[in-house]
């Protein structure tokens, strides 16, 4: 069976890793189901397929804007 989640944390993790930890937790903890990187990437895996399928699999997409996502590639890629 696949899974599917409410939303996609896209975020930079220079500047806005608490941020995005926090706001996983909390909307978890009202019972949503959220795509976060820490916690949907398994050690050993192609990461760049795992984010791909987390994108397809989410309802919503969340962007955190903060200085370092807006100029990630890898934040770039999953917009």
Same mark, same amino acid.
């Given at each position: 069976?696949?899974?599917?989640?409410?939303?996609?944390?896209?975020?930079?993790?220079?500047?806005?890793?608490?941020?995005?930890?926090?706001?996983?937790?909390?909307?978890?903890?009202?019972?949503?189901?959220?795509?976060?990187? %820490? =916690?949907? @990437?398994?050690? $050993?895996?192609?990461? %760049? =397929?795992? @984010?791909?399928? $987390?994108?397809?699999?989410?309802?919503?997409?969340?962007?955190?804007?903060?200085?370092?996502?807006?100029?990630?590639?890898?934040?770039?890629?999953?917009?």
């Amino acid at each position: 069976m696949s899974e599917y989640y409410n939303a996609f944390i896209s975020y930079g993790r220079a500047d806005s890793k608490s941020f995005a930890t926090k706001l996983y937790e909390k909307l978890t903890e009202n019972g949503l189901k959220i795509w976060f990187d %820490q =916690n949907d @990437i398994p050690l $050993g895996v192609d990461f %760049q =397929n795992q @984010i791909d399928d $987390g994108i397809i699999k989410a309802d919503n997409f969340l962007f955190i804007i903060a200085p370092h996502s807006i100029n990630s590639p890898y934040c770039l890629k999953e917009i």
